[in-house]
């Protein structure tokens, strides 16, 4: 699972579109994926729960780079790297 408390990827609004900047390890079947709901921060720092977002993002964008992860044992799994 994921530690919501501690999510560090953020989304910053630019007018006409958002900046996001994180990354994710560890998910499965990732690779597979055309599209990833993500947690994101917009809120000032300390704004807890109130200032998290989620967004839809799709693997084709510029900037997203998706990395299968050689695992052992569990190969078709298709653990993912996405920043």
Not at 37 to 62: D, Y
Request: aromatic residues 8%; charged residues 15%.
């Amino acid at each position: 699972g994921s530690d919501v408390a501690a999510v560090a990827t953020t989304a910053t609004d630019m007018g006409d579109h958002w900046i996001v900047n994180g990354q994710k390890k560890w998910i499965t079947n990732g690779v597979y994926a055309d599209y990833f709901t993500v947690a994101v921060r917009t809120g000032p720092p300390g704004s807890a729960h109130k200032g998290m977002s989620m967004v839809l993002i799709e693997k084709s964008m510029p900037g997203v780079i998706c990395k299968k992860l050689e695992c052992m044992g569990v190969w078709p799994s298709g653990t993912t790297y996405i920043e």
